[in-house]
């Protein structure tokens, strides 16, 4: 087999069974995981554009979508949203790389620079890894974080792993206050409507829905105070 065709066997014969296993839904290259009140957690295998037929180079991607980010988005940042969120709508993400489980070890097939496929061997090779990886630290930890409380506190312990997806524009204090919209005031949205206060009107899109929103779920002392 190819290249092109061995990834794609991999992903149909091994990644899709793992998540579905793990009641996850969708089709390659991204799967989704709902929880009850509307979390979605997404696992993205992206190609690089640069593939040829001898080799594919690919990332797994991991995004995190609280329920009210995504109210907001589809409301006022999306022209049209799909009905269920991909990687790109993810308001916290990371990668899982090999790396971390082979640090520093010159692999054949997993190396420094991600994963790659060049023929069936090589995408058995990158299986066992990600198969591994998936079931014991990915699949996990976003299930642990579909719980909301879970979320905040490791959002308020500033875990560096899970970066603002960079694409909103949103300063990280600001972000972790979607997933508290829900939960009642916060201190940290009274500091987050500070923060939008203080940003050009053309640094996030949105920005005074965006201020509206963090501003009737605040502590009712900072209510009064609502001038842009």
Do not use: Y
């Not at 097939?109 to 058995?124: C, E, H, K, N």
């Not at 642990?144 to 490791?154: C, D, G, H, N, V």
């Not at 206060?197 to 929103?213: E, M, Q, T, Y």
């Amino acid at each position: 087999m190819t290249a092109q065709e061995s990834f794609r066997a991999m992903l149909r014969d091994s990644v899709g069974p793992t998540l579905r296993g793990a009641g996850f839904t969708g089709t390659a290259p991204t799967w989704c995981l709902r929880s009850g009140r509307g979390d979605v957690a997404v696992v993205n295998l992206a190609r690089s554009r640069w593939n040829t037929a001898d080799e594919v180079r690919f990332d797994v991607n991991l995004a995190l979508v609280p329920q009210p980010w995504w109210q907001f988005s589809t409301r006022f940042l999306l022209d049209k949203a799909p009905k269920t969120p991909g990687f790109h709508d993810g308001l916290f993400d990371k990668q899982c790389h090999p790396e971390r489980r082979h640090a520093g070890w010159l692999h054949p097939v997993l190396g420094r620079d991600g994963w790659v496929v060049r023929d069936a061997a090589s995408a058995d090779v990158c299986v066992d890894v990600l198969r591994e990886e998936l079931t014991t630290v990915v699949i996990p930890e976003l299930v642990a974080l579909q719980q909301r409380e879970t979320l905040i506190a490791t959002l308020r312990a500033e875990a560096q792993d899970w970066r603002v997806a960079v694409w909103h524009g949103l300063p990280r204090k600001v972000a972790i206050t979607m997933p508290m919209l829900d939960e009642g005031p916060s201190p940290e949205i009274a500091e987050a409507i500070n923060i939008v206060r203080s940003l050009p009107a053309d640094r996030i899109k949105a920005r005074d829905a965006l201020l509206d929103l963090l501003i009737t779920n605040s502590p009712p002392s900072v209510r009064p105070g609502n001038t842009r």
